[in-house]
């Protein structure tokens, strides 16, 4: 099942507000949204104190192809992938989004988590709604 998702995912058309991507995942690490949402993590991370997540491009991968999916699809559900995951729908901005992160328990648990990696992923849909993922996984 999990094979069949990520195949469908990736044959998915980039409707991405982290740019045209194309699979480079060295694009969505230095994308400026994404960039955005890191520091912010990072700093909340330092205000709690704990050391900043490694930003990866194998976790903002599928952090991308997940907003991708449910931006496409209009889903807004959790996806099966083996990380700590948090998704939102209808933030306008990175900060918005990563608001709605910080003021929700089992959210902030995950960007306050143990895991050594983190990525971010966001998607507009063709209504204009943007949705948001991050996973937290270590060893990526």
Not at 3 to 11: E, H, K, N, R, Y
Not at 76 to 99: D, L
Request: proline share 1%.
């Amino acid at each position: 099942m999990r094979s069949l998702l990520l195949a469908i995912v990736l044959s998915l058309g980039s409707v991405a507000n982290a740019g045209d991507w194309k699979g480079n995942e060295q694009v969505l690490v230095d994308h400026p949204t994404i960039q955005s949402m890191y520091r912010t993590h990072c700093k909340h991370r330092e205000r709690n104190g704990l050391k900043p997540q490694e930003l990866n491009g194998r976790l903002c991968r599928a952090a991308q192809e997940w907003s991708e999916y449910m931006a496409t699809h209009h889903y807004f559900e959790h996806s099966h992938f083996n990380v700590a995951e948090n998704i939102a729908m209808g933030a306008n901005t990175a900060s918005g989004a990563m608001s709605m992160w910080i003021g929700s328990r089992g959210h902030n648990a995950n960007l306050l988590g143990g895991a050594e990696q983190v990525g971010f992923g966001v998607a507009e849909s063709g209504d204009g709604t943007r949705y948001w993922t991050s996973c937290h996984g270590s060893g990526f």
